[in-house]
Nanobody, 117 residues
């Protein structure tokens, strides 16, 4: 059973920074994209940032210039450095990995990020 364990969430003031980490374990297949989504209260889950195996990235417009995604393929870890945080970044952040062969997505349990004004 694939496990994705997230860490690094918390409470921060506007303008501050957080770094989220996600470690995937019990992986028995080749991983394709890895990334982060978020879901604010009362809203749908939305893309924050994803990175392909080759290092190509895609960011939500709201994350461009403030967030940076990185990954370590050797350890199946994906990071999200979040700078200049805003109250509207408050959400539960979910890590995901995508199986290369089938496209199936696996999700972490989520980590809460709260940005106070």
């Amino acid at each position: 059973q694939v496990q994705l364990v997230e860490s690094g969430g918390g409470l921060v003031q506007a303008g501050g920074s957080l770094r989220l980490s996600c470690a995937a374990s019990r992986i028995t297949f080749s991983i394709g994209a890895m990334g982060w989504f978020r879901q604010a209260a009362g809203k749908q889950r939305e893309l924050v940032a994803i990175m392909s195996t080759g290092g190509n990235t895609k960011y939500a417009d709201s994350a461009k210039g403030r967030f940076t995604i990185s990954r370590d393929n050797a350890t199946n870890t994906v990071l999200l450095q979040m700078d200049s945080l805003k109250p509207e970044d408050t959400a539960v952040y979910y890590c995901y990995v995508r199986r290369l062969a089938t496209g199936r997505k696996y999700w972490g349990q989520g980590t809460q990020v709260t940005v106070s004004s």
